[in-house]
């Protein structure tokens, strides 16, 4: 069964930082894009930011440029989402999402690079979703 599952999220106060982790199960994350979304009450779904599990090649919307890293750990199976600088603005439901890019999406290939992972993301376009985790910036 194809899982994803969020973890990492809670209450943390501005200036502070969380380390939100995806960890997939059921199959492997190779060539696959894995993206960060983020709702908060009222408003619309937000992509945050974007991995290519291959060659690591990376995207992130200008709200969290400078402050926020996306990486992947191979022998886990797991992205991580280390957002720095927490503002109240980043609460929001954390989500991550996967999508395949294809066998070929490998360093250099256009399939995986940065201008795909952004369309995916501005797109929402990913095929499996984990339900969330709580991110609530406050003092």
């Known amino acids: 069964q194809v899982q994803l599952v969020e973890s990492g999220g809670g209450l943390v106060q501005p200036g502070g930082s969380l380390r939100l982790s995806c960890a997939a199960s059921g199959f492997t994350l190779d060539y696959y894009a894995i993206g960060w979304f983020r709702q908060a009450p009222g408003k619309e779904r937000e992509g945050v930011s974007c991995?290519?599990?291959?060659?690591?090649?990376?995207y992130y919307t200008d709200s969290v440029k400078g402050r926020f890293t996306i990486s992947r750990d191979n022998a886990k199976n797991t992205v991580y989402l280390q957002m720095n600088s927490l503002k109240p603005e980043d609460t929001a439901v954390y989500y991550c999402a996967a999508d395949w890019l294809g066998l070929f999406a490998t360093r250099g290939s256009v399939l995986s690079a940065p201008s795909r992972l952004r369309s995916k993301l501005e797109g929402a376009d990913f095929g499996s979703w984990g339900q969330g985790t709580q991110v609530t910036v406050s003092s």
């Open positions: 991995i290519s599990f291959s060659d690591e090649n990376t």
